[in-house]
Nanobody
Framework: QVQLVESGGGLVQAGGSLRLSCAAS????????MGWFRQAPGKEREFVAA????????LCADSVKGRFTISRDNAQNTVYLQMNSLKVEDTAVYYC???????????????WGQGTQVTVSS
């Protein structure tokens, strides 16, 4: 079992930055690939970024490429999402997830956090 808790969300102006964190419980964190997804009101959940267990492989959605960076610290059981140059359309609830391999498909992940709200104002 892996329990995930996101933090770092909040209100920020367009062009600003936030860093989301996802803290995982359990000693097996380093075995899991991690992903970030988001869901805006009235929209389907969408993939944001993913990282392999070692950090050697990362995936990123085109909509955030060049602005968002995913990273992890296995010693701290934490995965991060650094978000720069935020846009109003980045407003959503952001979720982290754990799975066996990095993927853009939510169904590939076994464990999910409760989410953290990110609101970008114009």
């Amino acid at each position: 079992q892996v329990q995930l808790v996101e933090s770092g969300g909040g209100l920020v102006q367009a062009g600003g930055s936030l860093r989301l964190s996802c803290a995982a419980s359990g000693r097996t964190f380093s075995r899991y690939a991690m992903g970030w997804f988001r869901q805006a009101p009235g929209k389907e959940r969408e993939f944001v970024a993913a990282i392999s267990w070692s950090g050697g492989t990362t995936l990123c959605a085109d909509s955030v490429k060049g602005r968002f960076t995913i990273s992890r610290d296995n010693a701290q059981n934490t995965v991060y999402l650094q978000m720069n140059s935020l846009k109003v359309e980045d407003t959503a609830v952001y979720y982290c997830a754990a799975g066996l391999s990095p993927s853009a498909y939510g169904r590939r992940y076994d464990y999910w956090g409760q989410g953290t709200q990110v609101t970008v104002s114009s």
